[in-house]
């Protein structure tokens, strides 16, 4: 049987998952910068095409996963795993959320104009999303590797 | 063990006739990985948990789990 309970080995295919997706992702969108093509349009079929290939992704590793080895139900210790690693997660999107922010009021006021950009805008709503997300299941595979 | 805690359930386990972990994980209602994990010192239980880990050994609870002195 293995050592690792479901919510882990959830955690290690989701963060391998959103890293690879993410590198595509966000590689495409400053592909698209670069070449000055990036508008509301090319951003929607970005988000949702990559949103699809995701969701498919982490369907089929978890069903893969729940049929090799079973499903668990939560007990404690992984409730107190998902509670503190989304609590610090929660912390790091909030950081980056009033950081945007910060940036747009500050950029409006000197009059820079990148920060007022709405492509600009929710791709770095994107990044904080992103990186929220990777620091939450990071935390939740090391509070199971190496105690909470 | 994490806040200063140490425990004897490994041994209390494989004492007598044995129990495995998954055994004693379903006595007490908990995970298999996470009675390796209390075992191991990564984890420490709910005050519900460790007594229910106390009643399936027959043990009083301070038996089981002792605060380790410190320094």
Same mark, same amino acid.
Not at chain 1, 118 to 132: C, E, G, R
Not at chain 2, 11 to 32: C, Y
């Given at each position: 049987?293995?050592?690792?309970?479901?919510?882990?080995?959830?955690?290690?295919?989701? =963060?391998?998952? !959103? /890293?690879? &997706?993410?590198?595509?992702?966000?590689?495409?969108?400053?592909?698209?910068?670069?070449?000055?093509? /990036?508008?509301?349009?090319?951003?929607?079929? =970005?988000?949702?095409?990559?949103?699809?290939?995701?969701?498919?992704?982490?369907?089929?590793? +978890?069903? &893969?996963?729940?049929?090799?080895?079973?499903?668990?139900?939560?007990?404690?210790?992984?409730?107190?795993?998902?509670?503190?690693?989304? +609590?610090?997660?929660?912390?790091?999107?909030?950081?980056?959320?009033?950081?945007?922010? =910060?940036?747009?009021?500050?950029?409006?006021?000197?009059?820079?104009?990148?920060?007022?950009?709405? $492509?600009?805008?929710?791709?770095? /709503?994107? $990044?904080?999303?992103? $990186?929220?997300?990777?620091?939450?299941?990071? !935390?939740?595979?090391?509070? +199971?590797?190496?105690?909470? | 063990?994490?806040?200063? &805690?140490?425990?004897?359930?490994?041994?209390?386990?494989?004492?007598?006739?044995?129990?495995?972990?998954?055994?004693?994980?379903?006595?007490?209602?908990?995970?298999?990985?996470?009675?390796?994990?209390?075992?191991?010192?990564?984890?420490?239980?709910?005050?519900? $948990?460790?007594?229910?880990?106390?009643?399936?050994?027959?043990?009083?609870?301070?038996?089981?789990?002792?605060?380790?002195?410190?320094?």
């Amino acid at each position: 049987m293995s050592s690792m309970s479901f919510q882990e080995k959830s955690a290690w295919g989701t =963060l391998a998952s !959103l /890293l690879v &997706i993410g590198a595509l992702y966000f590689s495409s969108v400053v592909n698209l910068w670069r070449a000055e093509q /990036l508008h509301m349009g090319a951003m929607f079929g =970005l988000s949702v095409g990559f949103t699809v290939l995701l969701v498919v992704i982490l369907v089929g590793f +978890h069903i &893969i996963v729940a049929a090799i080895s079973g499903t668990e139900n939560e007990d404690e210790r992984d409730r107190l795993i998902a509670w503190r690693s989304g +609590h610090i997660g929660g912390f790091v999107l909030g950081f980056g959320v009033v950081s945007i922010v =910060l940036m747009i009021i500050g950029s409006g006021m000197v009059g820079a104009t990148f920060w007022q950009t709405p $492509v600009i805008i929710a791709n770095a /709503l994107m $990044v904080a999303i992103f $990186v929220s997300t990777v620091v939450e299941l990071a !935390l939740t595979i090391w509070f +199971h590797r190496r105690g909470i | 063990m994490p806040r200063g &805690i140490t425990n004897r359930v490994r041994e209390l386990r494989q004492a007598g006739a044995g129990m495995t972990q998954q055994q004693l994980a379903e006595k007490v209602g908990v995970s298999r990985q996470t009675i390796i994990a209390i075992e191991s010192g990564r984890y420490s239980p709910s005050l519900e $948990v460790a007594l229910k880990i106390a009643r399936a050994f027959d043990q009083p609870a301070d038996a089981v789990f002792a605060l380790t002195e410190k320094p």
